[in-house]
């Protein structure tokens, strides 16, 4: 009997001590998901004076709750927090050319801390407000982020809310994307008038040349507006034959920034350099709007 007692007694010393073992460990499992959360929770984005709280919303549900930003009146969202949001695969980042990767079914997004524009799979959104780096985070504002996934983005006023849909579109190369008559014509107009000039200054050329194709007072079309004769020759790489030479990268890329629908101006219809110039009938008769580099523009 006692052999037996002593038996059940170590089973129940050894039960005590299993029951112990989980409870500790149970303990320190719910201290360390406690701390975890404690920590997200914690976790504040260091926006920057000024910046205002928004509620955002897709397909009707709140999402990236104090994650986005009113900073000068343009809403930022979180690059990785967005991406993932809106199904993305792969996201990567290279800390040497400060770029992160985003990848979508056919969709491939360079976004670089370097570059005033974004690069999705040979198309070319110019940043007219550039991205921030918060607490080591790419944040960009949610319009250019809602074109790269192709939904549709509005906004509540009364509500302070940025409304996110989702779309039956799919995003489209820039192979597919661009007319290659325009573009070819487009970005050699822009190198020839201006290869040295400033992105911006090579854009507000591009303007130019879709302003007046835009104008009734002007052809209709890109290749039209560039070799348009009817006044005498509007622009003089068309006399001198500088108008065929290969254009630069970026003077393409000006131009297809161009034919995403960024202006600088929409309403700009001339431009010369006054330091070159042989005539000065435009200075003399068009309002002045502004100067980029070494270039006047008017309206």
């Known amino acids: 009997m006692t052999g037996i007692m002593k038996k059940k007694e170590n089973r129940r010393d050894l039960k005590k001590r299993r029951m112990g073992y989980i409870t500790v460990m149970m303990s320190a499992l719910i201290l360390l998901i406690l701390s975890i959360i404690g920590a997200n929770a914690a976790e504040k984005y260091d926006f920057p004076d000024g910046a205002a709280s928004v509620s955002i919303t897709f397909n009707s549900r709140r999402v990236l709750e104090d994650e986005a930003a009113i900073i000068n009146d343009v809403t930022y969202v979180p690059l990785r927090s967005f991406s993932e949001l809106m199904g993305a695969e792969n996201i990567e980042w290279n800390s040497q050319s400060r770029t992160a990767t985003v990848k979508k079914y056919n969709m491939t997004a360079n976004i670089s801390q370097n570059d ?54 799919s995003f489209v190369s820039g192979s597919e994307y661009y007319n290659s008559n ?66 630069n990268k970026e003077s393409v890329i000006a131009a297809k920034i161009c034919l995403e629908g960024y202006t600088i101006s929409d309403s700009i219809l001339f431009f010369m350099n006054p330091r070159i110039a042989t005539n000065n009938w435009i200075s003399k008769n068009r309002p002045f709007a502004f100067k980029i580099g070494n270039h006047n523009f008017y309206y």
């Not at 201006?194 to 194709?213: F, M, P, T, Y």
């Not at 070799?227 to 500088?242: M, Y």
């Open 116 to 169: 005033p524009y974004i690069e999705a799979s040979g198309r070319y959104f110019y940043l007219s407000n550039p991205l921030k780096n918060i607490n080591d985070r790419i944040f960009l504002p949610v319009r250019i982020a809602a074109e790269l996934f192709c939904v549709d983005v509005d906004w509540n006023a009364d509500s302070r809310t940025v409304v996110l849909k989702s779309t039956n579109r």
């Open 182 to 247: 325009d573009l070819y014509w487009l970005s050699r107009i822009i190198n020839a008038e201006a290869s040295g000039e400033i992105l911006r200054g090579k854009i507000a050329v591009g303007n130019v040349v879709l302003n007046r194709r835009d104008s009734r007072s002007y052809p209709n079309t890109i290749y039209g507006v560039i070799f348009d004769r009817k006044n005498g020759t509007q622009f003089s790489p068309v006399a001198i034959g500088t108008i065929y030479n290969t254009p």
